[in-house]
């Protein structure tokens, strides 16, 4: 039946016109009075480890990967698990992906050259332009989206404390694989999410190392420091979907982020407002297709948690992360099917250069 089912006609009907607009504030709506900061002892991979109350505990996500394995399932064989981990080695070994500080000396003694790298501040004179230099340097390290914004400390993780003179941030958004995500919940999906994560260490430590060059400072940070989400549409890079993602005019959820928080003079960007939050009021196509049930299917956002991995005082549909973990024991794998069927990506996925998607992904929808 390949990719012509009831889901992907579903899609079709639903693909967004993408009409962008810059805006002064963020398209998210806060409670001052519920917001607090992430206490990322509550992040659900923390609970895994110490929440006995619930029934992930001390469970592992690929626990069964060794029985898809041997019951030759397709999309979670041997080769496919064996590219999975191995998508992951640069962001779980590169120990410098997320340093706050230069890694090691260069072979090559710049103080020869009469530069203090350390002592020397590059003038800054427009902070336009450098924002400018900037977006070119991390495209060229691997970032597909670059945004910049000012640092909220409301997004910085309880117990963390960035110096003041630290206030504004490089956010990154970095395209996952359309192919593999295509595949999810199978085993592809998870490769095109650990290559993410290891483009993600790669990018943001030559990012954060080019600032440090010249003589300021670079916090390097992935999923870690600080909410990603909110700093990404501070920076203009989307807005807050149904699925609890980022949603991007370009990939629509399709991206993972990071970003480095700077003392570098540079300028914001605005953020972006093209219409997701009411898209997404009507569409739930993330809510019908996750086999976790983890996503909302109410008509409007409320400020609601249904997690104690969710942090409140935003508007918006909470996703039950524990639900959503659990599935992932069940799956072995982790899942990004709330990804896959996103008009957004759809959409990001037709006009794209993908022209053998079908082709490629078709295996993993046979029936």
């Given at each position: 039946?390949?990719l ?140 597909s989206?670059?945004?910049?914004c ?84 501070d ?13 991007t ?16 003079p ?35 956002p ?6 104690k ?59």
């Open positions: 039946m390949g012509r089912n009831k889901e992907t006609a579903q899609q079709k009907s639903e693909i967004p016109q993408i009409n962008q607009t810059r805006v002064e504030d963020p398209t998210y709506v806060i409670d001052p009075s519920k917001l607090r900061r992430f206490n990322p002892r509550n992040n659900i991979f923390q609970r895994v480890m110490w929440d006995s109350s619930w029934e992930g505990y001390q469970r592992k996500y690929d626990e069964k990967a060794q029985d898809l394995v041997a019951n030759e399932t397709l999309g979670y064989s041997r080769v496919d698990f064996a590219m999975a981990y191995a998508s992951w080695i640069v962001h779980d070994a590169f120990k410098g992906g997320f340093s706050w500080t230069r890694i090691k000396s260069y072979r090559t003694q710049a103080d020869t050259a009469g530069i203090d790298w350390k002592a020397t501040k590059y003038h800054v004179q427009n902070p336009y332009r450098m924002s400018t230099q900037v977006k070119h340097a991390a495209r060229l390290f691997g970032a989206l670059v945004g910049i000012k640092l909220n400390r409301d997004w910085v993780y309880a117990g963390i404390e960035i110096p003041e003179t630290l206030e504004n941030v490089i956010v990154i958004a970095v395209e996952m694989d359309a192919n593999g995500i295509a595949a999810s919940p199978a085993v592809p999906a998870a490769t095109a999410t650990g290559v993410g994560y290891s483009k993600m260490a790669f990018t943001a430590a030559c990012t954060g190392e080019f600032i440090r060059n010249l003589g300021y400072q670079a916090i390097q940070c992935g999923n870690d420091t600080a909410l990603s989400i909110p700093l990404a549409i920076a203009g890079l989307g807005e807050l979907g149904r699925n609890g993602l980022l949603i005019p370009q990939y629509g959820p399709r991206v993972r982020i990071c970003k480095v928080i700077t003392d570098l540079i300028g914001p960007d605005k953020p972006v407002d093209f219409g997701v939050k009411e898209f997404c009021r009507t569409c739930k196509m993330c809510s019908k297709h996750c086999k976790a049930e983890a996503i909302s299917s109410d008509d409007e409320s400020f609601k948690t249904v997690s991995s969710n942090n409140p005082g935003a508007l918006k549909w909470y996703v039950d992360v524990d639900k959503c973990y659990l599935f992932w024991c069940e799956n072995s794998v982790d899942c990004s099917t709330c990804i896959k069927v996103c008009p957004y990506n759809i959409a990001s996925t037709k006009s794209s250069s993908h022209a053998n998607l079908t082709q490629s992904i078709a295996p993993h929808f046979q029936q």
